[in-house]
């Protein structure tokens, strides 16, 4: 009779959870990596662990369905100060195992009613799954982005620029009313090379860094991204392999020395888990 009670409060409380998916790699990769300590699961009360399928191995937790189910997860989205606590601990699980093995990082909300269907999932996806692996093995995703201050690099474009410093000399030696609409013209074309500048060094800094690594994508800039470093003018991501981390930094920062003066910034960050390089996108299921 306890017993029965027993697996009929197992089969209940299996109703209100379903497993949230962090990663996915190789089987005999992972398994190890458990035995040792972890981070903290997207919701502190439940511990990491793996559902297995044909040699795969998805990273999970469970999750109360009254927050992650279908349409509750939406309203807890609205909630700026959950969200970025979960996207955080999400962020670190999916680190935390990019560190120790090759893996393919899902993003934030993947989120399956049963074990089942991560079951299923990974046996559907097998094919692509190991496809990532392998482009992913040894190889990490290092970010870049290429602030500008825009009033030192209109500066600069204004001595650096034959037609505009001309288009100066002419002011200057006009009447005031000429001078006046020369340098209004000033103005316009100023900001004008400076923006095309801009686009020049962006992607300057995208080929050639390319030329070091494996991957490269353009991310998405907000329009007026700003911080103390300056305006974002454009972020960047590369999947480099190890062997080639040292030429990909020093293409770097030889692009940095040549690009300060102008007033360009560079930030290189990382790494990170290969988000940008694996398709690998999931719903609720």
């Known amino acids: 009779m306890s017993e029965r009670k027993s697996k009929r409060s197992q089969n209940q409380a299996d109703e209100w959870r379903g497993l949230y998916v962090y990663c996915v790699g190789e089987r005999e990769a992972l398994a190890p990596l458990f035995d040792a300590a972890l981070p903290e699961a997207i919701e502190d009360e439940y511990k990491l662990g793996a559902v297995e399928a044909g040699g795969l191995a998805a990273v999970v937790s469970a999750v109360p369905l009254d927050v992650y189910g279908e349409g509750a997860l939406e309203a807890r989205l609205s909630d700026a100060t959950w969200t970025a606590t979960r996207a955080l601990r999400h962020e670190r699980v999916a680190e935390h195992f990019a560190r120790r093995a090759a893996v393919v990082p899902l993003r934030f909300g993947a989120i399956y009613l049963r074990r089942e269907g991560v079951e299923l999932?990974?046996?559907?996806?097998?094919?692509?799954?190991?496809?990532?692996?392998?482009?992913?093995?040894?190889?990490?995703?290092?970010?870049?982005?290429?602030?500008?201050?825009?009033?030192?690099?209109?500066?600069?474009?204004?001595?650096?620029?034959?037609?505009?410093?001309?288009?100066?000399?002419?002011?200057?030696?006009?009447?005031?009313?000429?001078?006046?609409?020369?340098?209004k013209k000033i103005e316009g074309?100023?900001?004008?090379?400076?923006?095309?500048?801009?686009?020049?060094?962006?992607?300057?800094?995208?080929?050639?860094?390319?030329?070091?690594?494996?991957?490269?994508?353009?991310?998405?800039?907000?329009?007026?991204?700003?911080?103390?470093?300056?305006?974002?003018?454009?972020?960047?991501?590369?999947?480099?392999?190890?062997?080639?981390?040292?030429?990909?930094?020093?293409?770097?920062?030889?692009?940095?020395?040549?690009?300060?003066?102008?007033?360009?910034r560079f930030e290189l960050t990382g790494p990170w888990p290969a988000y940008n390089f694996a398709v690998a996108e999931e719903r609720q299921v």
């Open 121 to 183: 999932m990974l046996g559907e996806r097998a094919a692509q799954f190991r496809e990532v692996l392998a482009r992913l093995g040894g190889r990490e995703e290092w970010g870049l982005n290429v602030y500008v201050e825009r009033a030192r690099l209109r500066e600069e474009v204004t001595r650096l620029s034959a037609r505009l410093r001309e288009m100066a000399e002419r002011a200057d030696a006009s009447t005031p009313g000429q001078a006046y609409l020369l340098r």
């Open 189 to 264: 074309l100023r900001d004008e090379e400076a923006r095309a500048e801009t686009r020049r060094v962006a992607r300057e800094v995208e080929e050639t860094l390319g030329e070091t690594c494996d991957g490269a994508v353009r991310l998405r800039v907000l329009k007026d991204e700003a911080t103390e470093q300056g305006e974002l003018a454009a972020r960047l991501a590369f999947l480099v392999s190890a062997e080639a981390f040292g030429d990909f930094r020093a293409a770097a920062e030889g692009l940095a020395e040549r690009y300060t003066p102008l007033g360009f």
